[in-house]
Protein backbone atom coordinates (compact mmCIF):
# COMPACT_ATOMS: atom_id res chain seq x y z
CA UNK A 1 0.00 0.00 0.00
CA UNK A 2 1.21 3.31 -0.87
CA UNK A 3 0.53 6.59 1.14
CA UNK A 4 0.02 9.94 -0.76
CA UNK A 5 0.73 13.38 1.47
CA UNK A 6 0.64 16.49 -0.88
CA UNK A 7 1.66 19.98 0.26
CA UNK A 8 2.95 23.36 -1.14
CA UNK A 9 -0.57 24.76 -2.16
CA UNK A 10 -1.89 28.34 -1.22
CA UNK A 11 -3.09 31.58 -2.22
CA UNK A 12 -1.52 33.10 -5.20
CA UNK A 13 -2.16 36.59 -7.64
CA UNK A 14 -2.80 35.61 -11.24
CA UNK A 15 0.92 34.69 -12.65
CA UNK A 16 2.41 33.86 -10.14
CA UNK A 17 4.23 30.14 -9.28
CA UNK A 18 3.48 27.73 -7.27
CA UNK A 19 5.19 24.09 -6.33
CA UNK A 20 3.57 21.35 -4.99
CA UNK A 21 4.87 18.55 -3.65
CA UNK A 22 3.81 14.66 -2.88
CA UNK A 23 5.67 12.73 -0.68
CA UNK A 24 5.02 9.12 -0.71
CA UNK A 25 5.41 5.83 1.66
CA UNK A 26 6.45 3.09 1.04
CA UNK A 27 9.28 1.13 -0.34
CA UNK A 28 7.39 0.71 -3.86
CA UNK A 29 7.16 4.60 -4.97
CA UNK A 30 9.37 3.36 -7.86
CA UNK A 31 6.93 1.11 -9.59
CA UNK A 32 4.44 3.51 -9.93
CA UNK A 33 3.78 6.33 -12.56
CA UNK A 34 2.63 9.34 -10.68
CA UNK A 35 0.03 11.61 -11.72
CA UNK A 36 -1.56 14.94 -10.89
CA UNK A 37 -5.20 15.73 -11.13
CA UNK A 38 -7.37 18.61 -9.81
CA UNK A 39 -10.88 18.85 -9.31
CA UNK A 40 -13.28 21.96 -9.01
CA UNK A 41 -16.37 21.43 -6.20
CA UNK A 42 -19.23 20.35 -8.46
CA UNK A 43 -17.48 19.29 -11.34
CA UNK A 44 -15.16 15.99 -11.84
CA UNK A 45 -11.76 15.96 -11.34
CA UNK A 46 -9.51 16.76 -14.15
CA UNK A 47 -6.07 15.37 -15.39
CA UNK A 48 -2.75 17.83 -15.07
CA UNK A 49 0.41 16.03 -15.82
CA UNK A 50 1.63 12.38 -15.13
CA UNK A 51 5.54 11.33 -15.53
CA UNK A 52 6.41 7.40 -16.20
CA UNK A 53 8.47 5.36 -13.20
CA UNK A 54 11.79 6.29 -14.13
CA UNK A 55 10.73 9.84 -14.86
CA UNK A 56 12.48 10.40 -18.17
CA UNK A 57 8.41 10.71 -20.07
CA UNK A 58 5.72 13.19 -19.07
CA UNK A 59 2.60 14.05 -20.03
CA UNK A 60 0.16 17.03 -19.49
CA UNK A 61 -3.26 18.50 -20.27
CA UNK A 62 -3.58 20.85 -22.71
CA UNK A 63 -4.37 23.81 -20.21
CA UNK A 64 -1.58 23.71 -18.62
CA UNK A 65 1.05 22.11 -21.50
CA UNK A 66 3.93 25.20 -21.28
CA UNK A 67 3.06 26.48 -17.55
CA UNK A 68 3.74 23.53 -15.52
CA UNK A 69 5.94 21.17 -14.70
CA UNK A 70 6.10 17.12 -13.07
CA UNK A 71 9.21 15.67 -11.65
CA UNK A 72 10.47 13.11 -9.16
CA UNK A 73 12.99 11.97 -7.01
CA UNK A 74 12.71 8.34 -6.63
CA UNK A 75 15.47 8.12 -3.71
CA UNK A 76 13.24 10.75 -2.01
CA UNK A 77 9.99 8.88 -2.56
CA UNK A 78 8.31 12.81 -3.96
CA UNK A 79 6.94 14.00 -6.67
CA UNK A 80 6.48 17.72 -7.81
CA UNK A 81 4.60 19.78 -9.85
CA UNK A 82 6.20 23.45 -10.47
CA UNK A 83 3.53 25.61 -11.64
CA UNK A 84 4.11 28.80 -12.82
CA UNK A 85 2.05 32.14 -14.96
CA UNK A 86 -0.90 31.03 -12.96
CA UNK A 87 -4.12 31.68 -13.98
CA UNK A 88 -7.98 32.74 -11.57
CA UNK A 89 -9.22 28.89 -13.51
CA UNK A 90 -6.34 26.80 -12.01
CA UNK A 91 -7.87 27.09 -8.86
CA UNK A 92 -8.99 23.65 -7.73
CA UNK A 93 -8.18 20.73 -4.89
CA UNK A 94 -4.52 19.23 -6.58
CA UNK A 95 -4.23 15.65 -5.83
CA UNK A 96 -1.38 13.50 -6.28
CA UNK A 97 -2.17 9.69 -7.43
CA UNK A 98 -0.14 6.61 -8.76
CA UNK A 99 -0.95 5.31 -12.22
CA UNK A 100 -0.16 2.35 -14.09
CA UNK A 101 1.41 4.45 -16.63
CA UNK A 102 2.50 8.54 -17.57
CA UNK A 103 -0.24 7.97 -20.44
CA UNK A 104 -3.18 6.47 -18.14
CA UNK A 105 -5.62 9.03 -17.39
CA UNK A 106 -7.02 7.86 -14.00
CA UNK A 107 -8.28 6.72 -12.08
CA UNK A 108 -5.24 5.56 -10.54
CA UNK A 109 -5.01 3.04 -7.03
CA UNK A 110 -3.84 5.52 -4.27
CA UNK A 111 -4.80 9.24 -4.04
CA UNK A 112 -3.43 11.91 -1.79
CA UNK A 113 -5.82 13.95 0.37
CA UNK A 114 -5.51 16.87 -1.77
CA UNK A 115 -4.00 20.21 -1.33
CA UNK A 116 -6.15 24.06 -2.43
CA UNK A 117 -4.87 26.13 -4.99
CA UNK A 118 -6.25 29.33 -5.38
CA UNK A 119 -5.09 32.18 -7.76
CA UNK A 120 -7.03 35.36 -7.74
CA UNK A 121 -7.12 37.68 -10.58
Known amino acids: QVQLVESGGGLVQAGGSLRLSCAASGRTFDLYAMGWFRQVPGKEREFVAA????????SYADSVNGRFTISRHNAKNTVVLQMNSLKPEDTAVYYC??????????????WGQGTQVTVSS
Open 51 to 58: ISQSGGST
Open 97 to 110: VTLPSYLSRGPGDY
